[in-house]
């Protein structure tokens, strides 16, 4: 099993990201996934989930109406589509099916 994060980097606030991660070795299409976030000293907090098959989202409370998350499942990928960042955004985001976890991709709001 693969998950591999992309799309991370340097933005100033009020700025926007999208983040990847592709998958691999087990059936996207069936899963549940998630996103997950680790600011520097602090734990690891859920971001966002989308269902399979309904791709039912649902989001925290923190960010939503400012990320989006997706996915294409014949591609299988998954999507953090972020906007209006801020600093307190600033953070290593994973993406899971709850068993395995990407590497994480960093994700710096300042100005």
């Known amino acids: 099993v693969q998950l591999r994060e992309s799309g991370g980097g340097l933005v100033e606030p009020g700025g926007s990201l999208k983040l990847a991660c592709a998958t691999s070795g087990f059936s996207f299409v069936t899963h549940t996934m998630y996103w997950y976030r680790q600011s520097p000293g602090k734990g690891r907090d859920w971001v966002a989930t989308i269902t399979s098959p309904s791709h039912s989202t649902s989001y925290a409370d923190s960010v939503k109406g400012r990320f989006t998350i997706s996915r294409d499942d014949a591609r299988r990928i998954l999507y953090l589509e972020m906007n209006n960042l801020q600093p307190e955004d600033t953070a290593v985001y994973y993406c899971?099916?709850?068993?395995?976890w990407g590497q994480g991709t960093q994700v710096t709001v300042s100005s």
């Open positions: 899971t099916e709850e068993t395995y």
